[in-house]
């Protein structure tokens, strides 16, 4: 018998086995075709996807309850009720982002699909044919982290969990010691160790020095060049006083406490070469920022001269400039500012490349990141395996006010929001009692008037 003859035989045999057993409907499935048997099939409720919820409107909100600038992104759908916050604090030209967002966004993204995030952010970014500028890059980051929080309300999850789950307890911190003396600096630290901080970043003055240099009295100033409002910054002084800075708060504080330093990139690169191989004895966590990105190029030298971790990153406005510097690893820490960069989405992208050349995240956090711009930066340090510490805020009252469920600090860590989105929402008509100034002072001169670049 032929194998086609016994395939036969054995379909008849079982087709009179099933009519025996009473399995009429056993014979008649047996036969089905195949757009027959998909017909009766049911789809369960958890494989069911979501009803689409499009865009309804993209709005700023901007208001400034603890001093600097914030701008902040609203995404309404056409589901009652349900919208996304995003941050798109560009805090030094805060108001020429809201008609980026309002005019130009707002047409740009009504009707389209909420869930579409990578689309939208591709689209987006390539809308005006020139590549974003800081300006186009905050409305960005706004609607992205907008758009994220919104799926995260549709999955009833925590952004975190949408971007794998949780990959630690809590976000470790950083917080900030100044003051105008070494010895002030150490107090400072030991009042922050004391509250459960382990990270402590050190600065005499502000960046550069500026502010604890007022023994000083600079030429430009006498000659009237520049504005009034100036700030002055000796190098030569500040490059003297970081590795005192270091020695008195390194013998106050001991060896389990880990400090920072941000150079703000105002000096010479061969002269912040030689001042972080100074600092080498003091075990610094990173210092951020020793050149500008005009001088990328200094980081191999760098590299080869001294063992202290580097980050960098946070005046970056394309995730490209990450590339090299990474794929060298010449730094250690990723400095994104992701109310700059565009968002939740590119910062992803640029962590999980740092991964393979364990460079780990250290996302810009300052007072002129909205307490929504922090939220994201924690949904991301929960969820990625080379996390590496997180620039801390602390909110006054006001802000807490005008942001609902701002997140909070506790023996050092952040605390990440359970709650579906980024955890967060705004109060407008308290945001409105603080409105934005068009004031910001980045202008730091040299002894001669010439200006430092940050």
Same mark, same amino acid.
């Given at each position: 018998?032929?194998?086609?003859?016994?395939?036969?035989?054995?379909?008849?045999?079982?087709?009179?086995?099933?009519?025996? !057993?009473?399995?009429?409907?056993?014979?008649?499935?047996?036969?089905?075709?195949?757009?027959?048997?998909?017909?009766?099939?049911?789809?369960?409720?958890?494989?069911?996807?979501?009803?689409?919820?499009?865009?309804? @409107?993209?709005?700023?909100?901007?208001?400034?309850?603890?001093?600097?600038?914030?701008?902040?992104v609203? =995404?309404?759908?056409?589901e009652?009720?349900?919208?996304?916050?995003?941050?798109?604090?560009?805090?030094?030209?805060?108001?020429?982002?809201?008609?980026?967002?309002?005019?130009? !966004?707002?047409?740009?993204?009504?009707?389209?699909?909420?869930?579409?995030?990578? +689309?939208?952010?591709?689209?987006?970014?390539?809308?005006?044919?020139?590549?974003?500028?800081? =300006?186009?890059?905050?409305? !960005?980051?706004?609607?992205?982290?907008?758009?994220?929080?919104?799926?995260?309300?549709?999955?009833?999850?925590?952004?975190?969990?949408? !971007?794998?789950g949780?990959?630690?307890?809590?976000?470790?911190?950083?917080?900030?010691?100044?003051?105008?003396?070494?010895?002030?600096i150490a107090?400072? =630290?030991?009042?922050?160790?004391?509250?459960?901080?382990?990270?402590?970043?050190?600065?005499?003055?502000?960046?550069?020095?500026?502010?604890?240099?007022?023994?000083?009295?600079?030429?430009?100033?006498?000659?009237?060049?520049?504005?009034? @409002?100036?700030?002055?910054?000796?190098?030569?002084?500040?490059?003297?006083?970081?590795?005192?800075m270091?020695?008195?708060?390194?013998?106050?504080?001991?060896? +389990?406490?880990?400090?920072?330093?941000?150079?703000?990139?105002?000096?010479?690169?061969?002269?912040?070469?030689?001042?972080?191989?100074?600092?080498?004895?003091?075990?610094?966590?990173?210092?951020?920022?020793?050149?500008?990105?005009?001088?990328?190029?200094?980081f191999?030298?760098?590299?080869?001269?001294?063992?202290?971790?580097?980050?960098?990153?946070?005046?970056?406005?394309?995730?490209?400039?990450?590339?090299?510097?990474?794929?060298?690893?010449?730094f250690?820490?990723?400095?994104?500012?992701?109310?700059?960069?565009?968002?939740?989405?590119?910062?992803?992208?640029?962590?999980?490349?740092?991964?393979?050349?364990?460079?780990?995240?250290?996302?810009?956090?300052?007072? +002129?990141? @909205?307490?929504?711009?922090?939220?994201?930066?924690?949904?991301?340090?929960?969820a990625?395996?080379?996390?590496?510490?997180?620039?801390?805020?602390?909110?006054?009252?006001?802000v807490?006010?005008?942001?609902?469920?701002?997140p909070?600090?506790?023996?050092?860590?952040?605390?990440?929001?359970?709650?579906?989105?980024?955890?967060?929402?705004?109060?407008?008509?308290?945001?409105?009692?603080?409105?934005?100034?068009?004031?910001?002072?980045?202008?730091?001169?040299?002894?001669?008037?010439?200006?430092?670049?940050?």
């Amino acid at each position: 018998m032929k194998n086609s003859e016994i395939q036969n035989e054995n379909t008849r045999r079982n087709a009179l086995k099933m009519l025996g !057993l009473g399995s009429t409907a056993g014979i008649f499935g047996l036969f089905d075709s195949p757009q027959a048997r998909a017909e009766k099939y049911v789809t369960p409720s958890y494989a069911k996807g979501m009803a689409p919820v499009t865009i309804k @409107s993209v709005r700023a909100i901007t208001t400034a309850p603890g001093g600097p600038n914030l701008v902040i992104v609203k =995404v309404e759908t056409s589901e009652p009720g349900l919208y996304g916050l995003g941050c798109a604090t560009f805090t030094q030209r805060a108001l020429v982002v809201v008609p980026a967002v309002n005019t130009y !966004l707002n047409e740009f993204c009504v009707g389209k699909d909420v869930d579409n995030i990578e +689309d939208m952010w591709q689209a987006a970014y390539v809308s005006s044919y020139w590549r974003n500028d800081p =300006v186009l890059n905050n409305a !960005l980051s706004g609607l992205d982290q907008a758009l994220w929080d919104i799926k995260g309300k549709r999955a009833n999850m925590p952004v975190y969990q949408l !971007l794998g789950g949780k990959a630690r307890i809590a976000v470790d911190t950083y917080t900030h010691a100044s003051g105008p003396t070494p010895e002030a600096i150490a107090d400072k =630290v030991q009042q922050f160790m004391e509250q459960g901080f382990r990270h402590i970043r050190i600065q005499q003055g502000g960046y550069g020095g500026v502010g604890a240099m007022a023994e000083l009295k600079p030429d430009f100033k006498a000659a009237g060049f520049g504005k009034e @409002s100036d700030d002055f910054s000796d190098q030569r002084t500040y490059l003297k006083r970081v590795p005192k800075m270091f020695e008195v708060v390194r013998k106050r504080c001991g060896e +389990d406490v880990e400090l920072l330093h941000d150079m703000h990139e105002l000096t010479e690169p061969m002269d912040a070469i030689n001042m972080i191989k100074q600092l080498e004895e003091y075990r610094p966590f990173f210092i951020e920022d020793p050149f500008s990105p005009e001088n990328m190029k200094w980081f191999k030298t760098l590299r080869q001269t001294t063992s202290v971790p580097i980050a960098m990153g946070e005046l970056f406005n394309n995730t490209n400039e990450f590339k090299e510097p990474m794929v060298n690893q010449w730094f250690d820490y990723i400095r994104i500012h992701i109310s700059q960069i565009g968002g939740i989405t590119p910062a992803m992208k640029v962590a999980r490349l740092g991964e393979w050349f364990n460079i780990r995240t250290a996302w810009h956090g300052p007072g +002129d990141t @909205s307490p929504v711009g922090h939220a994201a930066n924690n949904s991301i340090d929960i969820a990625v395996w080379n996390f590496g510490i997180q620039e801390s805020q602390m909110f006054n009252d006001r802000v807490k006010e005008v942001f609902p469920g701002c997140p909070t600090i506790k023996n050092g860590y952040y605390t990440v929001s359970e709650s579906p989105g980024l955890g967060i929402d705004i109060n407008e008509k308290e945001a409105a009692k603080y409105p934005i100034g068009t004031k910001s002072r980045w202008t730091v001169r040299k002894n001669d008037g010439t200006m430092l670049r940050p």
